[in-house]
């Protein structure tokens, strides 16, 4: 079972937690649960996944690395862009709204080997063939495409993408001199060799600080925030088929407890973002637990 592994994981010291979040040690033997293709998740926030240890540990059992490149759209990593073959064999990145760019909805997979292109094309496409004969399907598929509508959008909005970029740049910049000296807010950090473009901007909050109780002081004020992320563990399916328990994962679980999004999009102010760091700065002194956790 997947909590399972992830426990004799931790136990065997094959991840740890170093400065970072998870660290990939040159000399692990990690439990891989089956083989052929294995879905590496994830270009977290937008910020770049360890993909060279990642890909040495695919090559070292054989395994195919999938870059989950959905909100790296623009990141680069030792200067090679999120979805490149350099380090994985495919990748996937998504349109969604809150994105870089967007579609309305949907997303595309990117790889340089043809045999899996054609695949993915025909799963698109009801499983048809090659030559997308009518009624003819050699495999089941799915009705994924993306229509002509939601993909002119994106044709344009890849026109500018550029600025699109540098406008949510300027806004991550701009909470970044704002939030600095705030107590107990931690901001995100690039690792070395990473040039992020965030798709959303998360902090970290001291742990004597009461993160449910921030969120509901700046949803007070009108301010939108999120727990970004929940720990998917936990989520009722993995809880009910899987046997799941808090406890299971506790670095996970501690971090998923301070962690907090805050408004992020190309269009916010600066009068929008000094209201948010005046608020946070005010919520953090109301939300302080005494004598920690």
Request: hydrophobic share 40%.
């Amino acid at each position: 079972m997947p909590c399972r592994r992830a426990k004799e994981n931790r136990q065997r010291g094959a991840i740890r937690r170093e400065g970072a979040l998870l660290s990939i040690p040159r000399d692990s033997r990690v439990l891989i649960p089956g083989r052929g293709l294995d879905k590496i998740n994830h270009a977290l926030f937008g910020h770049p996944a360890p993909l060279p240890a990642l890909r040495e540990l695919a090559d070292r059992h054989g395994l195919l690395l999938i870059e989950d490149a959905c909100e790296a759209l623009g990141s680069t990593l030792h200067g090679v862009p999120c979805g490149s073959p350099r380090y994985a064999h495919g990748a996937v990145f998504a349109f969604y709204p809150n994105k870089q760019i967007t579609t309305g909805e949907g997303g595309v997979v990117v790889t340089d080997d043809d045999r899996a292109a054609a695949l993915c094309r025909s799963l698109r496409n009801q499983g048809r063939g090659e030559d997308g004969a009518w009624l003819t399907h050699v495999r089941l598929g799915y009705n994924y495409r993306m229509d002509e509508m939601s993909a002119a959008v994106g044709a344009v909005q890849m026109a500018r993408l550029q600025e699109l970029l540098d406008r949510r740049a300027r806004v991550a910049a701009a909470y970044r001199r704002r939030l600095a000296e705030i107590p107990g807010v931690t901001l995100p950090e690039a690792a070395p060799g990473a040039q992020v473009q965030w798709f959303v901007w998360v902090v970290r909050l001291d742990p004597a600080i009461d993160r449910d109780r921030v969120m509901q002081f700046l949803l007070g004020r009108g301010i939108g925030c999120r727990p970004y992320f929940p720990p998917i563990h936990l989520q009722p399916f993995y809880v009910e088929v899987f046997g799941c328990r808090p406890g299971d994962l506790p670095v996970t679980e501690a971090v998923a407890r301070t962690v907090l999004a805050l408004p992020f999009h190309g269009g916010l102010s600066d009068a929008e973002i000094d209201e948010v760091a005046a608020a946070l700065a005010e919520a953090v002194v109301c939300a302080a637990v005494r004598g920690g956790r």
